[in-house]
T-cell receptor
Framework: DAGVTQSPTHLIKTRGQQVTLRCSPKSGHDTVSWYQQALGQGPQFIFQYYEEEERQRGNFPDRFSGHQFPNYSSELNVNALLLGDSALYLC?????????????FGQGTRLTVV | AQKITQTQPGMFVQEKEAVTLDCTYD???????LFWYKQPSSGEMIFLIYQGSYDEQNATEGRYSLNFQKARKSANLVISASQLGDSAMYFCAMSFRDDKIIFGKGTRLHILP
């Protein structure tokens, strides 16, 4: 059984460009959350998707948007990239309503903005 | 405010010794979950152990145990008989029903041979 898979693993973009990151949740999980982890910091919550809707959102600007598909996979889109968006982006999947007790994380996408 | 504090940025421990990683938290919610994750240099966040706020017994998972002191809002991780493969970043985290996971800043653990 595959766990949470993210693609791509590494990405280099130029300031002002747009980027899309992808996440496939663990089998049986219907909730996907995205986190941004800057170098030397703990992950910061971006948003959470369940039933194809954004359910919770952290303190991130509207440049960060997402989508969840009927098969529960998800995308994170970032527009007008800034140098400060360089980070490891982690996707976590879990079954809805279990307080993340069965949350699993992907290996992350390392985004570098130059 | 909901917050996780890890006061040890880095620790060096001799192989086979036990190690305690400190974590304190702040919340006014009565129902919450506490986690510890391990993050090796590859980046993946690996779940280690979970403690629910209503659980009276301390959680244990193999060599990992969580020393939960609710009145002190403390959730320290204890790793017994440390191994070289335990070298990694360790994050304490807190979650609420159907909500985000809040992470601390982490502790980098180095196991010395």
């Amino acid at each position: 059984d595959a766990g949470v898979t993210q693609s791509p693993t590494h990405l280099i973009k130029t300031r002002g460009q747009q980027v899309t990151l992808r996440c496939s949740p663990k089998s049986g999980h219907d909730t996907v959350s995205w986190y941004q982890q800057a170098l030397g910091q703990g992950p910061q919550f971006i948003f959470q998707y369940y039933e194809e809707e954004e359910r919770q959102r952290g303190n991130f600007p509207d440049r960060f948007s997402g989508h969840q598909f009927p098969n529960y996979s998800s995308e994170l889109n970032v527009n007008a990239l800034l140098l400060g968006d360089s980070a490891l982006y982690l996707c976590a999947s879990s079954p809805w309503g279990l307080m993340n007790t069965e949350a699993f994380f992907g290996q992350g996408t390392r985004l570098t903005v130059v | 405010a909901q917050k996780i504090t890890q006061t040890q940025p880095g620790m060096f421990v001799q192989e086979k010794e036990a190690v305690t990683l400190d974590c304190t938290y702040d919340t006014s919610d009565q129902s919450y979950g506490l986690f510890w994750y391990k993050q090796p240099s590859s980046g993946e966040m690996i779940f280690l152990i979970y403690q629910g706020s209503y659980d009276e017994q301390n959680a244990t998972e193999g060599r990992y145990s969580l020393n939960f002191q609710k009145a002190r809002k403390s959730a320290n991780l204890v790793i017994s008989a440390s191994q070289l493969g335990d070298s990694a970043m360790y994050f304490c985290a807190m979650s609420f029903r159907d909500d985000k996971i809040i992470f601390g800043k982490g502790t980098r653990l180095h196991i010395l041979p």
